[in-house]
C-alpha cells in the first residue's frame, strides 16, 4: 500500500491523521507512507518526530477581517493557490499513492483536490461537528467522509458518501485506572477538577478558573489540577492576590503545562475546557463530566457547535465566553458537585457518545476504497 495523508495548521488536524498513520504501520509494516504538510507548519516538526516521510506545499489561508494588510495577504494566497496545486501534483506523479487521507487544514485543499483530477481515490476526515471549509469543499467528490459527530452530516450537501468513525484517541487516555491515578496523583476522595485553557492559555479561561480556585481554597471542597498555558505565566501571581497560597494547599495542583494528561482525565470528576475536536472526544471517552467554555476566535465558531453536540444530549454543560465570570464558573461547578446523580448523568450520557475503535473503523475504509 502507498498511501499519502495530509492535513496540517493545529493539533486538532495533525494528530488525527499521525494515528490513522500509526495504524496502518502497525497492520501493515511494509506500507509505504507519505505525509505532505505547510512549509513551515506545526507538522512540519510533529510528522518527522513521529517517524513518517514528510514533504511540503506553500499555502495560506483567506483572512475573513477586512484590512489593507489582510487584502495584502489574501492576494498572496490567491497566487498560492496555483504555486500549491502545481508543487501538489509533482508529489503526487514521484510518489504514486494508491488513496489520498485528508484531515483538514488549508494545506489538505490543493493536495486532495489535485489528487481527485489525478483519479487518486481520495478519502476525508472531518473532526468537528460543523465541518470546515476544506471538507466542505472536498466532500461531493471523496470516496469517503469520515465523521467524528453525526451532527456534521447536516451540513453537507451529499451525504451518501458520509460515515461516522468518530476521533483517534491515544490508547494510554483510554487504559488509564481511576485508582491507580489517584494514588500517584496523592489525591483523596474530594471531587478533583481538571481545567485547562489550551496549551497557550485563554485569559478568560484562566481569570474565572482562577477565581474557582480560590473558592476551592476557601472551601477545602475540591480537590484543582489547573493548566495555565504558555501565556498564562502571571497566573500565579494573580492566585497570590486572591489569597491562594499553593504552597499550604496541597490540593491545589497549578502548572503551565499538564504532561500526563491520561492520569489526569483518570482522576477527575469534573473537566473545565475549551471544545475543541480532539478535547471532546478525549471528554466522551473517558466518561466525564464537563463545562465547556468554547473559543470564539475559531473560523466559523465550530467549538460552540462540537459544544453544543454534547449538550443537546445531556452530556456536558455550556457557558458561553460572553457569559464567563468566575461567579458563574462557581455556580455551575457547586451545581454539578452538590446535585446528587449530576456528575453520573453527565458522565453516563458523554460515554454513550464515544466510538472506541476509529483507528480500525478508519483502517478498513481504507481497503475497502482499495477494493480489499
Not at 510533529?46 to 487584502?71: C, H, M, W, Y
Not at 447536516?154 to 488509564?176: F, H, M, S, W
Not at 453544543?308 to 454539578?336: Q, S
Request: hydrophobic share 40%; with cysteine.
Amino acid at each position: 500500500m502507498r498511501i499519502l495523508f495530509t492535513g496540517g495548521g493545529t493539533g486538532g488536524h495533525i494528530n488525527p491523521a499521525l494515528a490513522i498513520a500509526g495504524t496502518v504501520r502497525e497492520k501493515e509494516p511494509d506500507a509505504q507512507i507519505l505525509y505532505v504538510g505547510n512549509k513551515g507548519g506545526m507538522e512540519e516538526r510533529l510528522v518527522p518526530a513521529a517517524g513518517f516521510e514528510f514533504r511540503t506545499i506553500t499555502i495560506s489561508g483567506f483572512q475573513r477581517k477586512l484590512s489593507l494588510d489582510n487584502i495584502r495577504r489574501n492576494a498572496q494566497t490567491v497566487v498560492r493557490m496555483f504555486t500549491a496545486s502545481s508543487e501538489a501534483k509533482k508529489i503526487l506523479k514521484e510518489f504514486k499513492p494508491d488513496i489520498c487521507v485528508g484531515t483538514g487544514g488549508y494545506v489538505s485543499g490543493p493536495v486532495i483536490r489535485m489528487a481527485m483530477k489525478m483519479g487518486i481515490p481520495c478519502i476525508i476526515h472531518e473532526q468537528n461537528a460543523y465541518p470546515g471549509m476544506t471538507t466542505k469543499a472536498l466532500a461531493p467528490k471523496a470516496r469517503r467522509v469520515m465523521l467524528a459527530v453525526e451532527d456534521a452530516k447536516k451540513y453537507l450537501k451529499r451525504t451518501d458518501n458520509c460515515v461516522l468513525t468518530g476521533n483517534p484517541i491515544r490508547a494510554e487516555i483510554l487504559r488509564a485506572d481511576r485508582a491507580a491515578a489517584r494514588k500517584a496523583l496523592g489525591l483523596d476522595e474530594r471531587p478533583v477538577i481538571l481545567s485547562t485553557g489550551g496549551s497557550l492559555g485563554a485569559r478568560r479561561v484562566n481569570e474565572a478558573v482562577a477565581d474557582l480556585i480560590a473558592h476551592s481554597c476557601e472551601t477545602k471542597k475540591y480537590q484543582h489540577i489547573h493548566a495555565y498555558g504558555q501565556y498564562g505565566r502571571w497566573m500565579p501571581d494573580l492566585l497570590a492576590e486572591k489569597g491562594v497560597d499553593l504552597k499550604k494547599n496541597p490540593q491545589l495542583d497549578i502548572r503551565e503545562y499538564i504532561n500526563n494528561m491520561n492520569e489526569c482525565y483518570a482522576a477527575a470528576d469534573v473537566v473545565i475546557s475549551r471544545a475543541g475536536a480532539i478535547s471532546l472526544s478525549e471528554i466522551q471517552a473517558t466518561g466525564k463530566a464537563a463545562v465547556l467554555i468554547p473559543s470564539p476566535n475559531v473560523a466559523e465558531n465550530h467549538q460552540y457547535h462540537n459544544a453544543m453536540a454534547l449538550v443537546r444530549r445531556d452530556a456536558a454543560k455550556i457557558i458561553e465566553e460572553k457569559d464567563l465570570t468566575g461567579a458563574k464558573l462557581c455556580e455551575v461547578v457547586d451545581a454539578l458537585c452538590e446535585t446528587p446523580g449530576a456528575i453520573e448523568t453527565l458522565s453516563r450520557n458523554a460515554r454513550a457518545m464515544a466510538i472506541l475503535d476509529t483507528n480500525e473503523r478508519i483502517y478498513q475504509i481504507i481497503c475497502e476504497v482499495l477494493g480489499r
